[in-house]
């Protein structure tokens, strides 16, 4: 049972356009959720997280929406570059977190993103 | 930049045969997770520690998956005996418990095939 879901398997955008990427979830008791970005042949890697109390977190070009309601986030890139072109993976963990536990991901799919010229 | 080490980056084995992937994570991280990337599936989690200890490995295939944390500087992810359907893309990652606002470090992963 596939709790985090990336149902855009792929995804083309053009150079200085937004790319939005989303991602739906089914388990309530997530709390906290990730986006990680993976270029070909290496791991994943941390790009912005959003914990459940906030709907909105941004950083740079990115930022991710939650909409704890819908169960449902999404990532937007503006303005998108060709170094975007990457696997980008939704992320969530279960609460409630506190030092000393360790809180396991349950990564959806993915999403390849491409940004053309 | 600290990094996860995990060896071998390309493995190929044939059907039966036992394998062992290594990740070092990073210094003075306490959590270690196993994942492994399939097409179907994404990212799936077979296991994790936390200093040390095994807190969820119910993830693997009990019958021929293992994970051990020998010490802090050493998880092994084993496949005995190793069948076609394992081929993918194994990855390991670590972290803080202390730390949750910032992911945890992925390895660059050991791609396996197995004929």
């Known amino acids: 049972d596939q709790q985090v879901k990336q149902n855009s398997p792929s995804l083309s955008v053009q150079e200085g356009r937004i790319s939005i990427l989303n991602c739906d979830y089914t388990?309530?008791?997530?709390?906290?959720f990730l986006w990680y970005k993976k270029y070909p042949a290496e791991g994943p890697t941390f790009l912005i997280s959003?914990?459940?109390?906030?709907d909105k977190n941004e950083d740079g070009r990115f930022t991710v929406f939650l909409n704890k309601s819908a169960k449902h986030l999404s990532l937007h890139i503006v303005p998108s570059q060709p170094g975007d072109s990457a696997v980008y993976f939704c992320?969530?963990?279960?609460?409630?977190?506190?030092?000393?536990?360790?809180?396991?991901?349950?990564f959806g799919t993915g999403t390849r993103l491409q940004v053309t010229l | 930049d600290a990094r996860v080490t995990q060896t071998p980056r390309h493995k190929v084995t044939e059907m039966g045969q036992e394998v062992t992937m290594r990740c070092q994570p990073i210094l003075g991280h306490n959590t270690v997770f196993w994942y492994r990337q399939t097409m179907m599936q994404g990212l799936e989690l077979l296991a994790y520690f936390r200093n040390r200890a095994p807190l969820d490995d119910s993830g693997m295939p009990k019958d021929r998956f293992s994970a051990e944390m020998p010490d802090a500087t050493l998880a092994t992810l084993k496949i005995q005996p190793s069948e076609p359907r394992d081929s993918a893309v194994y990855f390991c990652?670590?972290?803080?418990?202390?730390?949750?606002?910032?992911?945890?470090?992925f390895g660059s992963g050991t791609r396996l095939t197995v004929v």
């Open positions: 992320a969530a963990s279960e609460g409630p977190w506190t030092a000393g536990t360790a809180s396991k991901l349950t």
């Open positions: 388990n309530s008791m997530f709390d906290y």
């Open positions: 959003i914990s459940s109390i906030k």
């Open positions: 990652a670590s972290g803080s418990d202390r730390v949750r606002g910032v992911g945890y470090t």
